[in-house]
C-alpha cells in the first residue's frame, strides 16, 4: 500500500510520459536524424546528376561505350576506367574471398588457443591501415618486385601471339591492372576475413558438436554445416568487401598505371573511375571536364548502389 | 592426486552393475578435466545392450561432462581432456596418445585394447542428440541423409529408404512426409529434436546418448519422444542425462546418481526409486536437494 502511493506522484511528474512533450521531442529527433541521411543521398545523386549533365548530354551513349578519353580535343568515353573498376574489383575479390575463408576457418577450427587472439588481433589492425599506406608500399615495393621478377620473365619467355603471351603483355613497370587487384586484394582482406570470423563465431557450439557428432572431419563440418549456416551474412560481407574495392582511390591511383585506354591484358596499365577523378579533379579546368568527370562520380555511385541491391536481393532469397 | 574443493568427503557409494556379459558401452574410472580444474572422480558407468540407462543428479555434477566423453566429443576442445577408460564392446576407444601416459601418471598398469577406427567412425557408432535441438541448415531429408552420405556409399533409393526408416523410427514421418524438401528449421521444437534423433539413428549406431532431450520441450512433445526412446530400445543401447526424476522412472531400466563429480548410486530404477542405498541419493530423490 505504502508502495503505490509512494510511487503515484513520481508518475505524473515524469518528463517522458507517452504524448508528453519530451517524449516528442525525442521522436522528433530520432525521424530528422533518419530522414537527414535520405535528403543527403538524394541531394548528391541530384548535384552529381546536374553537374554531369553536360557531359551525359554531349556525348550520349557513347560516354559508356567508347574509350577515347581526350582532355585536350575535349572527348570523354569512360568506358576504360568504367571497366578497369570492374575488372580490378572483381579480380581483388577474386583473389581475397578464398584467403579470407582459410584464414577465418583456421582461427575459429583450427588455430591453437593461445595463437588465436594475436591473430584475429592482427588481421583486425591490418583492416585499419589507412589505403595511403597500402598503396605507398605498391608503389615502392610490390610493383618494382612484381616488374622483375614477375613481369620481365613471363615477357622474356612467352611468345607474344600465345594466348598466355597477351594476356600478360604489357610495359613491365609493375604499374598495371593485376598489382592494383592485388593491393585491393590485401586491402579488402583483413576486412573480410574478420568479419567472417565473427560470422563463424556465431554457430552454436552445439549445431557444430551435433556435426561432430556424427562423424563428421573438420572440412565436411564447415562446408556443410558452418558456411552454409551464415550464407546469408557471409554474400553481405562479400558485397561490401566488392563495394570498398570499387571505391578504393588512393591505393589504386599509386599501382594502376592511370591510362585511359581499355587494357588489353593483366599486365596493362589501366584506370579506376575513382582513380581517374583523382587525378584530375585538379586539373579540370573546362567545363566539359569537370563535367565528365561529375559523370563519372554518378556512374561509380550506380555501380556501388547495384551492389548493394544485388546483395539485398541475394540475401533475401535465402530467407 | 591433490585434493581439489570438490572431492566429496565421507564418499559413500553403492554400485550394483548389470552383469558384465551384456555390457555395450563401459566407462570405467573415469576423471575428467578441463584445465586444471577437476570435474570427475573416478566414474565407472556401464551401459546394458539394449536398455536405457538414466543419469540424474543435481546441476553441476557431471552427468554431460560423462555424457560428452563417451563419444569423445569433449575432444574438440584441446584444454579439456579425460584419464581413464571407455569401453565399447570390450574395446577401447579413449585412445589419443596422452591417454596411456596419463593412465601411467595416474597409476594404472593397463594394456590398452584400442578399436580399430577412428574417431569419426566411434561418433557414427555412437550417437548423441543435444540439450537444445540442433537442425543443420538444410532440408529435412538433407539433415537425416546427411550422416549416411558421410559414411556409407549408398545409391539414391538406398538413402530415400534410410531415411523414410529413420524419419519412421523418431515417430516423426506421418508429420514430415510431405515436406521433406522443407528446411530443418521450420519445423517445431519437438519436431526438431526428433529430427535430430532421427538423423542420429540413419547412421545405425549401437548407442545413442541424449543430453536432456525433453528440457525445451513441452509435455506433449516429450511423451512422444519418451514412446520413441521405448521403442528403439530394441535396437539399441540407450544413456539419457535429464533433470525430469520421473522421466528416468518412466524409461530407463538403470540409473545412475551423480553428485560433484562422483557417481554415489548406480543400480536398477526400481531400486533406486523405491530403496536409494545412500543417503545423499535419498535426500535428492525425496527432494531434499537438487
Same mark, same amino acid.
Given at each position: 500500500?505504502?508502495?503505490?502511493?509512494?510511487?503515484?506522484?513520481?508518475?505524473?511528474?515524469?518528463?517522458?510520459?507517452?504524448?508528453?512533450?519530451?517524449?516528442?521531442?525525442?521522436?522528433?529527433?530520432?525521424?530528422?536524424?533518419?530522414?537527414?541521411?535520405?535528403?543527403?543521398?538524394?541531394?548528391?545523386?541530384?548535384?552529381?546528376?546536374?553537374?554531369?549533365?553536360?557531359?551525359?548530354?554531349?556525348?550520349?551513349?557513347?560516354?559508356?561505350?567508347?574509350?577515347?578519353?581526350?582532355?585536350?580535343?575535349?572527348?570523354?568515353?569512360?568506358?576504360?576506367?568504367?571497366?578497369?573498376?570492374?575488372?580490378?574489383?572483381?579480380?581483388?575479390?577474386?583473389?581475397?574471398?578464398?584467403?579470407?575463408?582459410?584464414?577465418?576457418?583456421?582461427?575459429?577450427?583450427?588455430?591453437?588457443?593461445?595463437?588465436?587472439?594475436?591473430?584475429?588481433?592482427?588481421?583486425?589492425?591490418?583492416?585499419?591501415?589507412?589505403?595511403?599506406?597500402?598503396?605507398?608500399?605498391?608503389?615502392?615495393?610490390?610493383?618494382?618486385?612484381?616488374?622483375?621478377?614477375?613481369?620481365?620473365?613471363?615477357?622474356?619467355?612467352?611468345?607474344?601471339?600465345?594466348?598466355?603471351?597477351?594476356?600478360?603483355?604489357?610495359?613491365?613497370?609493375?604499374?598495371?591492372?593485376?598489382?592494383?587487384?592485388?593491393?585491393?586484394?590485401?586491402?579488402?582482406?583483413?576486412?573480410?576475413?574478420?568479419?567472417?570470423?565473427?560470422?563463424?563465431?556465431?554457430?552454436?557450439?552445439?549445431?557444430?558438436?551435433?556435426?561432430?557428432?556424427?562423424?563428421?572431419?573438420?572440412?565436411?563440418?564447415?562446408?556443410?554445416?558452418?558456411?552454409?549456416?551464415?550464407?546469408?551474412?557471409?554474400?553481405?560481407?562479400?558485397?561490401?568487401?566488392?563495394?570498398?574495392?570499387?571505391?578504393?582511390?588512393?591505393?589504386?591511383?599509386?599501382?594502376?598505371?592511370?591510362?585511359?585506354?581499355?587494357?588489353?591484358?593483366?599486365?596493362?596499365?589501366?584506370?579506376?573511375?575513382?582513380?581517374?577523378?583523382?587525378?584530375?579533379?585538379?586539373?579540370?579546368?573546362?567545363?566539359?571536364?569537370?563535367?565528365?568527370?561529375?559523370?563519372?562520380?554518378?556512374?561509380?555511385?550506380?555501380?556501388?548502389?547495384?551492389?548493394?541491391?544485388?546483395?539485398?536481393?541475394?540475401?533475401?532469397?535465402?530467407? | 592426486?591433490?585434493?581439489?574443493?570438490?572431492?566429496?568427503?565421507?564418499?559413500?557409494?553403492?554400485?550394483?552393475?548389470?552383469?558384465?556379459?551384456?555390457?555395450? #558401452?563401459?566407462?570405467?574410472?573415469?576423471?575428467?578435466?578441463?584445465?586444471?580444474?577437476?570435474?570427475?572422480?573416478?566414474?565407472?558407468?556401464?551401459?546394458?545392450?539394449?536398455?536405457?540407462?538414466? #543419469?540424474?543428479?543435481?546441476?553441476?555434477?557431471?552427468?554431460?561432462?560423462?555424457?560428452?566423453?563417451?563419444?569423445?566429443?569433449?575432444?574438440?576442445?584441446?584444454?579439456?581432456? /579425460?584419464?581413464?577408460?571407455?569401453?565399447?564392446?570390450?574395446?577401447?576407444?579413449?585412445?589419443?596418445?596422452?591417454?596411456?601416459?596419463?593412465?601411467?601418471?595416474?597409476?594404472?598398469?593397463?594394456?590398452?585394447?584400442?578399436?580399430?577406427?577412428?574417431?569419426?567412425?566411434?561418433?557414427?557408432?555412437?550417437?548423441?542428440?543435444?540439450?537444445?535441438?540442433?537442425?543443420?541448415?538444410?532440408?529435412?531429408?538433407?539433415?537425416?541423409?546427411?550422416?549416411?552420405?558421410?559414411?556409407?556409399?549408398?545409391?539414391?533409393?538406398?538413402?530415400?529408404?534410410?531415411?523414410?526408416?529413420?524419419?519412421?523410427? /523418431? /515417430?516423426?514421418?506421418?508429420?514430415?512426409?510431405?515436406?521433406?524438401?522443407?528446411?530443418?528449421?521450420?519445423?517445431?521444437?519437438?519436431?526438431?529434436?526428433?529430427?535430430?534423433?532421427?538423423?542420429?539413428?540413419?547412421?545405425?549406431?549401437?548407442?545413442?546418448?541424449?543430453?536432456?532431450?525433453?528440457?525445451?520441450?513441452?509435455?506433449?512433445?516429450?511423451?512422444?519422444?519418451?514412446?520413441?526412446?521405448?521403442?528403439?530400445?530394441?535396437?539399441?543401447?540407450?544413456?539419457?542425462?535429464?533433470?525430469?526424476?520421473?522421466? /528416468?522412472?518412466?524409461?530407463?531400466?538403470?540409473?545412475?546418481?551423480?553428485?560433484?563429480?562422483?557417481?554415489?548410486?548406480?543400480?536398477?530404477?526400481?531400486?533406486?526409486?523405491?530403496?536409494?542405498?545412500?543417503?545423499?541419493?535419498?535426500?535428492?530423490?525425496?527432494?531434499?536437494?537438487?
Amino acid at each position: 500500500m505504502s508502495d503505490s502511493s509512494l510511487s503515484q506522484p513520481s508518475r505524473s511528474d515524469r518528463l517522458f510520459s507517452s504524448g508528453s512533450l519530451g517524449e516528442m521531442i525525442f521522436r522528433s529527433l530520432c525521424f530528422s536524424a533518419a530522414t537527414l541521411t535520405l535528403v543527403a543521398m538524394a541531394g548528391i545523386i541530384v548535384s552529381l546528376t546536374i553537374g554531369g549533365w553536360p557531359a551525359f548530354k554531349a556525348f550520349g551513349i557513347n560516354f559508356f561505350l567508347s574509350s577515347e578519353w581526350n582532355p585536350v580535343s575535349e572527348i570523354y568515353g569512360a568506358a576504360g576506367p568504367i571497366i578497369g573498376t570492374l575488372i580490378t574489383s572483381f579480380l581483388a575479390l577474386l583473389l581475397a574471398l578464398p584467403l579470407a575463408v582459410g584464414i577465418s576457418v583456421f582461427l575459429v577450427e583450427f588455430c591453437p588457443v593461445i595463437l588465436a587472439r594475436p591473430i584475429a588481433v592482427a588481421v583486425e589492425l591490418l583492416a585499419g591501415i589507412p589505403s595511403i599506406v597500402y598503396g605507398m608500399w605498391g608503389l615502392f615495393v610490390l610493383a618494382p618486385w612484381f616488374a622483375h621478377y614477375i613481369q620481365f620473365p613471363l615477357l622474356m619467355n612467352l611468345s607474344s601471339d600465345s594466348w598466355l603471351g597477351k594476356m600478360v603483355a604489357g610495359v613491365p613497370n609493375g604499374a598495371n591492372i593485376l598489382t592494383a587487384s592485388l593491393i585491393l586484394a590485401i586491402m579488402i582482406l583483413p576486412y573480410m576475413a574478420s568479419v567472417f570470423r565473427e560470422l563463424f563465431l556465431t554457430v552454436p557450439a552445439q549445431v557444430r558438436e551435433a556435426a561432430y557428432g556424427l562423424g563428421a572431419t573438420p572440412f565436411e563440418v564447415v562446408r556443410s554445416v558452418i558456411i552454409p549456416y551464415v550464407k546469408r551474412g557471409l554474400i553481405g560481407v562479400i558485397m561490401l568487401g566488392l563495394g570498398r574495392a570499387l571505391g578504393e582511390t588512393m591505393a589504386v591511383t599509386f599501382i594502376i598505371g592511370n591510362t585511359h585506354s581499355l587494357p588489353h591484358s593483366l599486365f596493362d596499365s589501366g584506370s579506376t573511375i575513382a582513380s581517374t577523378i583523382a587525378n584530375e579533379f585538379t586539373e579540370a579546368t573546362s567545363e566539359m571536364h569537370s563535367a565528365a568527370l561529375t559523370a563519372l562520380g554518378l556512374v561509380l555511385f550506380m555501380i556501388t548502389f547495384l551492389v548493394l541491391i544485388l546483395a539485398r536481393l541475394l540475401i533475401g532469397k535465402r530467407s | 592426486m591433490t585434493k581439489n574443493e570438490n572431492m566429496v568427503e565421507d564418499l559413500e557409494q553403492f554400485i550394483a552393475p548389470p552383469p558384465t556379459e551384456n555390457l555395450n #558401452l563401459e566407462a570405467r574410472n573415469l576423471d575428467f578435466y578441463y584445465g586444471t580444474h577437476q570435474t570427475l572422480f573416478n566414474v565407472s558407468l556401464p551401459v546394458e545392450r539394449n536398455k536405457i540407462t538414466a #543419469l540424474i543428479g543435481p546441476s553441476g555434477c557431471g552427468k554431460s561432462t560423462l555424457l560428452r566423453i563417451l563419444n569423445r566429443i569433449y575432444a574438440l576442445y584441446p584444454q579439456q581432456y /579425460a584419464v581413464g577408460r571407455v569401453l565399447l564392446d570390450g574395446k577401447d576407444i579413449l585412445t589419443d596418445h596422452n591417454t596411456l601416459s596419463r593412465l601411467k601418471d595416474r597409476g594404472d598398469q593397463v594394456e590398452l585394447d584400442p578399436l580399430d577406427c577412428d574417431i569419426s567412425q566411434i561418433r557414427a557408432r555412437i550417437g548423441m542428440v543435444f540439450q537444445k535441438p540442433t537442425p543443420f541448415p538444410m532440408s529435412i531429408y538433407d539433415n537425416v541423409a546427411y550422416g549416411v552420405r558421410l559414411h556409407f556409399n549408398k545409391s539414391r533409393q538406398e538413402i530415400d529408404g534410410i531415411v523414410e526408416r529413420a524419419l519412421h523410427r /523418431a /515417430a516423426l514421418w506421418d508429420e514430415v512426409k510431405d515436406k521433406l524438401k522443407d528446411s530443418g528449421l521450420s519445423l517445431s521444437g519437438g519436431q526438431q529434436q526428433r529430427l535430430c534423433v532421427a538423423r542420429g539413428l540413419a547412421v545405425e549406431p549401437e548407442v545413442l546418448l541424449l543430453d536432456e532431450p525433453a528440457s525445451a520441450l513441452d509435455p506433449v512433445s516429450t511423451a512422444r519422444l519418451e514412446e520413441t526412446l521405448m521403442e528403439l530400445k530394441k535396437d539399441l543401447s540407450i544413456v539419457i542425462v535429464t533433470h525430469n526424476l520421473q522421466q /528416468a522412472a518412466r524409461i530407463s531400466d538403470y540409473t545412475g546418481f551423480m553428485y560433484l563429480g562422483n557417481m554415489i548410486e548406480f543400480c536398477s530404477t526400481d531400486r533406486l526409486f523405491a530403496r536409494p542405498k545412500t543417503r545423499r541419493a535419498r535426500d535428492y530423490l525425496t527432494g531434499r536437494f537438487g
